[in-house]
């Protein structure tokens, strides 16, 4: 008869066989999701030695890892073909099968009625639910609203005869990826937060992102992780919604907004610069503030001061369609009917990414005021905007002479100081970045 360990000295052993693993580089990384966050990452654990296996619903996407052909701006071909032999990728969850620990890495968007909305996250787990097995590590990256992972592994563990936190380890390790980050912040030395279901969970979790991250922050639980990710980013939203106050009131005051905030910035201690645009996009900023709202309607209480700042941000498009059509109104014109060139569409500058992008609502607020809106974008070849496309536009003086007027919503690297922004007879500078000009207003 074969011999019965204890749970602890079971836990003993496969603790001991995680921690060589991971330092002699034989762990098998399994990364679910090969997104902004997934496939840098995934490109992280390979560059450290790790042999990792990336799945993705997306065939195009695990063709071009295969081929070392970056689809992201802060990933580098180079870099892919570097780690070509450790780095792999397929639409097949059974492929993971090997992996011992895997790493869930999908977009939670938001559903129409600003509710979280998991499906992503639940089909992932659901993909590779069948992939469990003792000694495990399953950790969640998506940004969550507290107590997601908890239930969501529950459900996952149900009919594996496998208990979580005791025969598998779960931990929240929240990304906090910035797609063209200009500032040196990148995978490697942005602090990353770790919380488990136990605090064995919390430790093989910090030992497995300490390869590839600089500083790991342990915390309690897995919804002290989920919560500080959530709240890291309402507390943009807020002092966002505060900068469109004050830009607003610097307005009408014919006071310079980036200068009074530029000034206020030399303070050394307690305050942190937000600048005034059109919007915000992402799928941050305008998603996970409404995650904490959710859990604050759960535990019986509110926060108007959440919901006031998401209120005025996203009024903020519609500001910019009535600036415009006020400045237009002023030289005898109308929006009715102009040619209006928006330049930059992408919600940030430096990606491609369109989602929640403000651009897309100046552009519905545009048409439903007539006119006829063109854009300039050098990242976003294609905009389709309710299924009707809108016309990409040269930056050039032939163009510019046709256009009514010219919207800088999102700034396009190398154009802030062009001359041919004086070509437009009306300029609306949405970010109070553009040089003074008899043409150039600011919002």
């Given amino acids: 008869m074969a011999d019965v360990l204890a749970p602890a000295l079971v836990q003993k052993a496969t603790t001991g066989r995680f921690d060589l693993a991971v330092e002699n580089r034989t762990l098998r990384v399994g990364i679910v999701g090969l997104g902004y966050t997934g496939l840098p990452l995934g490109l992280g654990f390979a560059t450290a030695g790790f042999h990792v296996r990336g799945l993705d619903t997306d065939a195009a996407r695990t063709a071009q890892v295969a081929r070392g052909e970056s689809y992201l701006p802060d990933v580098r071909d180079a870099e892919l073909a570097a780690v070509g032999d450790r780095l792999s990728a397929t639409t097949e969850p059974g492929e993971l099968a090997g992996c011992d620990a895997l790493i869930i890495c999908v977009p939670t968007p938001v559903t129409g009625d600003q509710q979280a909305n998991l499906d992503y996250v639940e089909s992932a787990m659901e993909s590779v639910a069948p992939l469990l097995r003792r000694g495990m590590l399953l950790v969640v990256q998506s940004t969550v609203p507290p107590g997601t992972t908890a239930a969501a592994v529950a459900r996952m563990a149900e009919g594996t005869g496998l208990e979580p936190g005791q025969d598998f380890h779960v931990a929240m390790a929240p990304e906090r990826v910035d797609p063209a980050n200009t500032n040196g912040w990148n995978l490697s030395n942005t602090p990353k937060v770790v919380g488990g279901l136990t605090p064995e969970c919390t430790r093989r979790a910090a030992l497995l992102f300490g390869q590839v991250c600089e500083t790991v922050v342990p915390v309690s639980s897995l919804e002290v992780a989920e919560l500080a990710k959530v709240f890291e980013n309402t507390f943009r939203l807020v002092n966002i919604g505060l900068t469109l106050e004050l830009s607003d009131l610097c307005q009408e005051l014919d006071i310079p907004v980036r200068e009074v905030i530029d000034a206020a910035s030399t303070k050394p201690y307690g305050f942190l610069a937000h600048y005034p645009g059109p919007g915000v996009g992402g799928e941050c900023i305008p998603v996970d503030p409404l995650f904490l709202r959710e859990a604050a309607a759960r535990a019986g209480t509110d926060m108007a001061l959440v919901a006031a700042a998401h209120e005025r941000i996203e009024r903020r498009p519609r500001q910019v369609v009535d600036r415009l059509a006020d400045l237009l109104d002023a030289r005898g014109g109308s929006l009715s ?33 007539g006119a006829q809106v063109s854009y300039h974008d050098p990242l976003v070849r294609d905009l389709v905007v309710d299924g009707e496309p809108v016309t990409e536009a040269d930056w050039s003086v032939t163009e510019l002479a046709q256009q009514d007027a010219a919207v800088l919503v999102t700034p396009v690297r190398g154009l802030e100081d062009d001359l041919l922004w004086g070509v437009p007879p009306v300029v609306l500078d949405t970010h109070n970045r553009l040089a003074a000009a008899r043409n150039v207003a600011v919002l």
């Fill in 337 to 369: 009917g102009a040619k209006v060139l928006i330049v930059g569409v992408s919600y940030k500058t430096g990606v491609a990414d369109l989602r929640n992008a403000p651009a897309l609502d100046v552009v519905r607020g545009l048409r439903a005021a």
